[in-house]
């Protein structure tokens, strides 16, 4: 009974992620944005903002800094860990581009990478980032920089834009990611206290 109502679930839930991921690639997407949502992709894109958080974090928050950074990769290295080592080999859940139902869908304007894709990195790892930011900025600074939250959305989304990622692989990521981040912020304000 209870494997009968999981396999529906799955089977419904993999039907809505193909639907959406079909919708994207066919009708939300133009040749015109492909170079703009594949270098949203790319780390260097992001060096500006980095640069910006640690610039931000030093000329008001030297005394915290080093907590900071040092959290900062802490969350890094446990959502990248976590997605790619643990949930990945775990769950195998093939990425879009291995899916035959979805071989006329696909725009392959990127290659495809390793075989499974839930969950995105991509969005562990940067949602992980912008929810430890935003709450320990928010704490620190008493500032509420939502738009670290649209930073890390706007990167999820070129996943399943560039075919990496079905959507379903980008939201379990980011639920990963805005987890370990809030965990980490936390353990940020305690050790800064």
């Given at each position: 009974?209870?494997?009968?109502?999981?396999?529906?679930?799955?089977?419904?839930?993999?039907?809505?992620?193909?639907?959406?991921?079909?919708?994207?690639?066919?009708?939300?997407?133009?040749?015109?944005?492909?170079?703009?949502?594949?270098?949203?992709?790319?780390?260097?894109?992001?060096?500006?903002?980095?640069?910006?958080?640690?610039?931000?974090?030093?000329?008001?928050?030297?005394?915290?800094?080093?907590?900071?950074?040092?959290?900062?990769?802490?969350?890094?290295?446990?959502?990248?860990?976590?997605?790619?080592?643990?949930?990945?080999?775990?769950?195998?859940?093939?990425?879009?581009?291995?899916?035959?139902?979805?071989?006329?869908?696909?725009?392959?304007?990127?290659?495809?990478?390793?075989?499974?894709?839930?969950?995105?990195?991509?969005?562990?790892?940067?949602?992980?980032?912008?929810?430890?930011?935003?709450?320990?900025i928010s704490w620190m600074g008493n500032r509420r920089w939502y738009w670290l939250w649209f930073w890390a959305f706007?990167?999820?989304?070129?996943?399943?834009?560039?075919?990496?990622?079905?959507?379903?692989?980008?939201?379990?990521?980011?639920?990963?990611?805005?987890?370990?981040?809030?965990?980490?912020?936390?353990?940020?304000?305690?050790?800064?206290?």
């Amino acid at each position: 009974m209870y494997l009968i109502i999981f396999l529906t679930i799955k089977e419904t839930l993999l039907r809505l992620d193909r639907e959406l991921f079909t919708f994207i690639h066919q009708t939300a997407s133009s040749p015109l944005l492909d170079w703009f949502f594949l270098g949203l992709r790319h780390e260097l894109t992001w060096i500006p903002l980095y640069a910006f958080i640690l610039y931000w974090a030093t000329r008001y928050h030297r005394a915290m800094l080093w907590k900071f950074i040092f959290l900062s990769l802490v969350t890094f290295a446990i959502t990248d860990f976590t997605s790619s080592s643990i949930l990945k080999p775990l769950l195998m859940r093939e990425r879009p581009c291995y899916d035959s139902h979805l071989q006329d869908v696909i725009r392959n304007i990127i290659g495809c990478g390793g075989r499974y894709g839930l969950p995105s990195s991509h969005a562990s790892n940067h949602f992980g980032i912008g929810s430890f930011w935003f709450f320990t900025i928010s704490w620190m600074g008493n500032r509420r920089w939502y738009w670290l939250w649209f930073w890390a959305f706007i990167i999820c989304y070129a996943q399943v834009y560039v075919g990496k990622h079905f959507p379903g692989d980008v939201i379990l990521g980011a639920i990963l990611g805005t987890c370990v981040g809030i965990l980490t912020a936390t353990l940020f304000k305690r050790w800064a206290r």
